[in-house]
């Protein structure tokens, strides 16, 4: 039984040549329903990005080999870490004299996103030995713990009055695209927004959201002429992070519509 939109998809794609590019697929039932209801029109093409295994997805052209994306290498994973923690600054020699990139690799086996998010908790610490801390906090006779415990950290070492505001992406869908003003408001309506002497709320609301994204766990999707943040969203690790992190920590309870309200919690 297909419904209105699938239908109307169908027709609009039927007879026409198409690029469908699917970003991001986390599940195989979403990719099948979406195969269901795309006509078969000749030299038409889905792009398609994913974690899953290829093996696991049906109706893929066994021609067509699938290009698999690598992490950051040595020498990209360190230009990336660089230009986070130190921005245009060289670094200091005693992160060169003590190797320390080494301990950042293989925390975060060069996956970009462990990379800036390490980066966004090692930035605020100006001592050696705290970086030597983290590390080993993050790591256990020499072998990295799950990367999840990179997202646990760096919530850990969030200001306490930006946690209740990082926590709030719980309560919007992922792959969300965020106004930030919009979102600035919704945090001072639910009070999450400290007041400040000489600054409005929208200020210091706005100077949250700048921890957040120095921080690397909100990115900025775009930016506008005077440079200001124009639109942000959270990363699907991260979001997947908050809602569970928000649920356990009683921050709010999130219900898909398969779940049945407890009336006694």
Known sequence: ETTDMEFKLWQNLENRRYLVVLDGLVSISDWNSLFAVLPHTNGSRILLTTHLNVKEINHIDPQIAPIKLP????????????QRVF????????????GYYKNVHNISTGLPLAITVLAGILRSKLIPMEWDVIFEQLESNGQP??????????FDDLPHYVKSCFLYFASVSENVILYPDRLVRLWIAEGFVMPK??????????DYLKELVA????????????????????????????????????????HHHANVVNPNA
């Open 71 to 82: 992490y950051l290498d040595v020498k990209h994973g360190e230009e990336l870490f660089c």
């Open 145 to 154: 713990k799950p990367v999840r415990s990179i997202w646990s950290l760096a």
């Open 197 to 206: 002497k000489a600054e409005t709320l929208e200020d210091v609301g706005f």
């Open 87 to 98: 921005g245009t600054i060289e670094p200091p020699q005693i992160y060169r004299s003590k």
């Open 215 to 254: 921080r690397g766990l909100v990115q900025v999707m775009e930016k506008d002429a005077g440079g200001s943040i124009k639109l942000v969203a959270i990363h699907n690790l991260l979001h997947a992070f908050v809602e569970s992190e928000a649920q356990d920590s009683s921050f709010l309870e999130i």
